[in-house]
Every structure is written in C-alpha cells, then in structure tokens.
C-alpha cells in the first residue's frame, strides 16, 4: 500500500502561505493524491487533488514533484481559520478505490 | 445543498444494547463508507459498499454490520457493542470509478460505557 509521511505540526504567521508537505515514494502510476483538513472533530474537508501535474483551486495549490514521490499542499494566505490537521492521502485501486489516512500535520496559524 | 447527514452526532450507550447510526446522502453517490477516528491511529475504514446490494469489509469490521437497501443510506449497525468501540465515527461518500474526491459527514461520537 502506498503510504504518506507528514510532518505532526507546523506553524505560519497569520497572511503568510503555509507550505505542507507530503512523502508518497511508494506511489504507483494511477494513484491519485488527494488532501483534505479536519477542523477539531468536524469531518475531513476536501481541499484538492491531483495525479502528476499541479493543480489550484480556490483554497489551495497543490505541486506534485516530477516523480511523484512528494507532493506540497501551499495555503497561499493563511487565515486563523485555516488552522487544522491536513491530510495527504494516497487513494490506491485494489477492486475498488481505498483512501489511506495518515496522521496528518497539525497546522496552527498564528496572529 | 449537497451532503452527508449522519445521526444522531453524540451516542452514549451501555455495553451490549445494540445501535444503529444512520447515514444519507443526497448526491447519487454509488460508493459509501464508513471510517473510525481514534487518537494516534487516524482513520480507519470499517466497511465500504460500492453500490445497492454490494458491501465489503474494511480494515476494521469486527463488531460492526452495515446494509446497503436503498443507494442514498447506508446504516452502520452495532450489534453488541462493546466499550472498545468508544470512537468518532464518520460517513463517506464518492462516485464510484472516477477520480471525484468522498464526501464526508460530520462524525458521531459514540461512548460505550
């Protein structure tokens, strides 16, 4: 199974871009990395996806390295309320699709 | 509005009292699950179904049953349940075969006393 590995915590000035990152070496070509955040005990909001070019959506940034090894979630300007626990998340095919959770990195934005 | 409405959102119960916790959806979504969330371990997939009918285990199945009648529910059943089950349960749910992001819902915490 492709696993991820995510720093446990981070902070960012508040207005800054907060810069997450994400190690999947043991990607394979048609899994797809996806990122979603989790506010307190609220459930996991998507942020954006991606396969191997980079993409942007109205929250986010997402930059997938050349090989697809790494990838880098960028919260262009953060708020207070971007604080929360990322998630990078391999979802691998095996009959059907899986979603392998890490732990996340804690993000904490700070005033 | 689109989304995945679980209930109840707290649970208390006694060991051994069975309990059901609903899940729906209104987004046509052929694939549901659900995920269990406990400190250190992250979110663990209890039992997945990819469509009416059509259920399978996840990672973490014992204890649990689901049903899959209709497409837009998708109950999760605690027959016997026991204080190790003490957990925040989420719902989830996606369009099987593409690459569409799931959907979740907003968690039940249940305690098992």
């Known amino acids: 199974d492709a696993k991820t590995t995510q720093p446990p915590s981070m902070d960012c000035a508040e207005g800054r871009a907060a810069n997450l990152p994400c190690n999947h070496s043991?990607?394979?070509?048609?899994?797809?990395v996806y990122w979603y955040r989790q506010i307190h005990s609220q459930g996991p909001q998507y942020i954006i996806h991606?396969?191997?070019n980079n993409e942007t959506n109205e929250m986010a940034s997402l930059i997938i390295t050349e090989d697809r090894k790494s990838s880098t979630l960028i919260l262009p300007h953060a708020t207070l309320r971007d604080t929360a626990v990322y998630y990078c998340i391999v979802r691998l095919y095996s009959g059907t699709y899986k979603y392998i959770f890490g732990t996340g990195t804690r993000l904490k934005v700070l005033a | 509005e689109a989304q995945v409405t679980q209930n109840p959102r707290y649970l208390i119960t006694v060991t051994g009292k069975k309990l059901t916790v609903t899940c729906s959806q209104n987004m046509n979504h052929e694939y549901m699950s659900w995920y269990r969330q406990d400190p250190g371990l992250g979110l663990r997939q209890i039992y997945y179904?990819?469509?009416?009918?059509?259920?399978d285990k996840g990672d973490v199945p014992e204890g649990y049953k689901v049903s899959r009648k209709e497409k837009r529910n998708f109950p999760l059943i605690l027959e016997s349940p026991s204080p190790n089950q003490t957990s925040l349960y989420f719902c989830?749910?996606?369009?099987?075969?593409?690459?569409?992001?799931?959907?979740f819902g907003n968690g039940t915490r249940l305690t098992v006393t």
């Open positions: 991606g396969l191997k």
């Open positions: 179904s990819m469509n009416v009918e059509v259920t």
């Open positions: 043991t990607i394979s070509g048609n899994e797809y």
């Open positions: 989830a749910s996606s369009f099987e075969g593409t690459n569409s992001p799931l959907h």
